[in-house]
């Protein structure tokens, strides 16, 4: 599986961003897709993931309302849609895949550990 972040960049607190992953390679229909953040000295979490089998999404609590996941499949595309903006949103955000499991993305998400496919991540910079 190959993934291609972009859309990083830096805004200032209250503004948006929209991240794009381009994904290719999959080699089964079912997989669960989404972004993580690791921010300076911090362990990698995962953000918000979608299942491609009921497109069945999760938030982390600290995005939840301000953030959107998307998955376009005819452009094999997933966003995220980033609002509202703050200082501590900062961090690089990483495009990764689970090929060929794709139920309960709430239980997976968290762990980014069982991901195996991961792109080359996009820096986010939000100014206070």
């Known amino acids: 599986v190959h993934l291609v972040e972009s859309g990083g960049g830096l805004v200032q607190a209250g503004g948006s961003l929209r991240l794009s992953c381009a994904a290719s390679?999959?080699?089964?229909?079912?997989?669960?897709i989404g972004w993580f953040r690791q921010a300076p000295g911090k362990e990698r979490e995962g953000i918000s993931c979608?299942?491609?089998?009921?497109?069945?999404?999760y938030y982390a609590d600290s995005v939840k309302g301000r953030f959107s996941i998307a998955k376009d499949n005819a452009k094999n595309t997933v966003y995220l849609q980033m609002n509202g903006l703050k200082p501590e949103d900062t961090g690089i955000y990483y495009c990764?895949?689970?090929?060929?499991?794709?139920?309960?993305?709430?239980?997976?998400?968290?762990?980014?550990?069982?991901?195996?496919?991961w792109g080359q991540g996009t820096q986010v910079t939000v100014s206070s």
């Open positions: 990764a895949a689970l090929n060929g499991l794709a139920l309960r993305v709430w239980v997976l998400c968290p762990h980014p550990f069982v991901f195996g496919s």
């Open positions: 979608v299942s491609s089998r009921d497109g069945s999404t």
């Open positions: 390679g999959f080699t089964d229909d079912n997989y669960a």
